[in-house]
C-alpha cells in the first residue's frame, strides 16, 4: 500500500503534461460504450510498461496478455480500464495502472454519398466535421464551393430524418459556426450544384454551377439568345425559403444589358432561368391577326402594321391594350386613340411590352326606337346624330324630332345621356348635330299626337 501514493502523484502528473485537447477528449469520450470492430489502445504505464491495440470481436471481446478474453461490448473506456486493472491486480501485477483509448471507432459510422471521390461509410473518429468528413471520403468530385451539401441526422424517437443543409461555400471561407459535427449514423448527401436553361436560347437544358453565376452568365453559357435578346423576356424560379414551392422572380433582362446595378441576378444552386421571346398578340379588325415577335420600339401602330393593317375603316376602329398587372394578378386595359395617333400625332402611339395584346374592334354605333331601320351600324368619318338617324332610314311616322337622345358608355360602366334636338338641326343649328363616338347609342322616342 506504499506505492499508492506515487500511483497518484504519476497520475496527475500525466494529466498535468498531457495536450489540452486530449483532457477535453476523454472527457467527451466518457460516455461512448464500445461495439463490434472498435479498435482500442491500452497502455499499462506501471509497473511495466506495456502497449496492446486490440480489436473488438463479433462477440464483444478482446485479448490482452496474461488474462486472456475480457468482455468489453457495451462498456465505457472508463469501465474496461477498471475490468483490465482489476483482472491484472489478480495475482499478476501489483498496483498496475493502466489507461484505455479509443483509437478507431469502427461499431459507428458515418455515410457520404454523391458527388465525393470515394463515397461510402466510414469509422467515426473524434470531432468529425462535414468538411473533415468530405476529406476523409476523397473530396469533391466537382466544383467544391458550388456543391449543395446536406446532413440527414436519424431521428430518436421516430422513423426518418432531420435533414439540415450546409453553406459549405461559408465553411470552406473559414466559418467554423457553419461546419457540423457529426453524431453516428449521420449520412452526408453532396450533390453538384445545377441550374437550369429553358426557353428560348440556343443551348437549352441542365448546367454545372460556377461561382458568380448570374442570368446572362447563365444564358450566355446556354448558348445565347435563340432571338432578339432585348425584347426577350425572363423569369427565374426559385425555390422558397421553406422549401414549399417556387417563386417568380421577373428579370430586367433590358436593363441587364445595359449593364444597370442590381439587375442582373446571381443565381442559387437549384435556380430555373426561363426565357421566352418577347411577342405580342393582335386580335379583332386586322387582315392578319395573330402572334407577333417583338421588335425594337414596337408601338401599337407598328403592330397592327405587322398584322396587315386594318380591316375596316381605321379611324373609326376602337383600339385596346391588354397588359398583365405588375403583381402579376389580372390584366389591365388601356384605351387607344387610334384616331388621334392617325391624325399626325405619332407622339400618342403607345410603346408595346412583351405579352401585351392589342384588340381591334370596328366602330359600331347603335340606333333604336322610332326610325325606319334600327340596328347596328358600322361607324365611318364624322357620324353625327342627324347621319346615324339617316342611315338607319329615317324617322317613322311615329318618331318625335324632338325627343331624341344619345346614350355614350362610360370606362366605369353606365352611360352619359345626352338629349338632341333635331328639329333645332334642321333648322340650321349645327352645333346640336352631335358627333356620335363608337359604341354609342341613338335612342328615337315615340311623339304624342
Same mark, same amino acid.
Given at each position: =500500500? ?47 510498461? #506495456? ?12 485479448? /490482452? ?27 499478476? =501485477? ?114 454545372? =454551377? ?57 443565381? #442559387? ?11 405580342? /398578340? ?23 402594321? #405587322? ?128 358627333? #356620335? ?13
Amino acid at each position: =500500500m506504499k506505492k499508492l501514493p506515487v500511483i497518484i502523484l504519476i497520475v496527475c502528473g500525466l494529466l498535468a503534461y498531457a495536450p489540452e485537447g486530449w483532457a477535453q477528449s476523454s472527457e467527451d469520450m466518457q460516455e461512448y460504450t464500445v461495439g463490434a470492430d472498435d479498435i482500442l489502445e491500452i497502455n499499462v504505464l506501471q509497473p511495466e510498461k #506495456l502497449t496492446v491495440t486490440a480489436t473488438v470481436s463479433p462477440d464483444g471481446a478482446i485479448t /490482452f496478455p496474461y488474462i486472456g478474453n475480457v468482455q468489453v461490448k457495451k462498456m465505457s473506456l472508463n469501465q474496461i480500464q477498471e475490468e483490465i486493472q482489476a483482472k491484472l491486480s489478480d495475482g499478476y =501485477m501489483k498496483y498496475p495502472l493502466i489507461s484505455v483509448i479509443l483509437k478507431e471507432s469502427r461499431s459507428r459510422k458515418f455515410f457520404v454519398y454523391g458527388d465525393v471521390n470515394k463515397p461510402g461509410a466510414y469509422s467515426m473518429e473524434q470531432n468529425t466535421s462535414v468538411l473533415k468528413a468530405i476529406s476523409i471520403a476523397g473530396g469533391f468530385s466537382k466544383n467544391s464551393p458550388s456543391s449543395k451539401v446536406e446532413v440527414l441526422r436519424p431521428r430518436q424517437d421516430e422513423a426518418g430524418y432531420e435533414k439540415t443543409d450546409v453553406d459549405i461555400k461559408a465553411v470552406m471561407k473559414g466559418n467554423a459556426r457553419a461546419d457540423i459535427l457529426l453524431n453516428p449514423g449521420d449520412t452526408i448527401i453532396v450533390s453538384e450544384g445545377k441550374f437550369f436553361v429553358y426557353g428560348d436560347v440556343n443551348k437549352p437544358g441542365v448546367y454545372s =454551377m460556377e461561382d458568380q453565376i448570374s442570368v446572362l452568365k447563365a444564358v450566355s453559357l446556354a448558348g445565347g439568345f435563340s432571338k432578339n435578346a432585348s425584347n426577350s423576356k425572363v423569369k427565374l424560379l426559385r425555390r422558397n425559403e421553406q422549401n414549399e414551392g417556387q417563386e417568380t422572380i421577373a428579370v430586367d433582362i433590358k436593363a441587364a444589358l445595359k449593364g444597370s446595378p442590381g439587375t442582373d441576378i446571381t443565381l #442559387l444552386a437549384g435556380d430555373t432561368v426561363i426565357v421566352s421571346e418577347g411577342k405580342v /398578340f393582335v386580335y379583332g379588325e386586322v387582315a392578319k391577326p395573330g402572334v407577333y415577335s417583338m421588335e425594337d420600339d414596337m408601338t401599337v401602330l407598328k403592330a397592327i402594321s #405587322l398584322a396587315g393593317g386594318f380591316s375596316k375603316n381605321a379611324s373609326s376602329s376602337r383600339v385596346k391594350v391588354m397588359r398583365q398587372k405588375k403583381d402579376q394578378e389580372g390584366q389591365e386595359t388601356i384605351e387607344v386613340n387610334i384616331k388621334q395617333i392617325m391624325q399626325n400625332a405619332p407622339e400618342k402611339d403607345m410603346p408595346l411590352q412583351p405579352g401585351d395584346t392589342v384588340l381591334i374592334s370596328e366602330g359600331k354605333f347603335f340606333v333604336y326606337g322610332e326610325v325606319n331601320r334600327p340596328g347596328v351600324y358600322y361607324m365611318e368619318d364624322n357620324i353625327t346624330v342627324l347621319k346615324a338617324i339617316a342611315i338607319a332610314g329615317g324617322l317613322s311616322k311615329f318618331g318625335s324630332s324632338g325627343k331624341v337622345k344619345i346614350l355614350r358608355p362610360l370606362p366605369a360602366g353606365g352611360y352619359d345621356t345626352y338629349r338632341v334636338n333635331i328639329k333645332d338641326i334642321m333648322d340650321g343649328s349645327a352645333e346640336s348635330d352631335i358627333m #356620335l363616338q363608337p359604341g354609342d347609342t341613338v335612342v328615337v322616342m315615340e311623339g304624342l299626337f
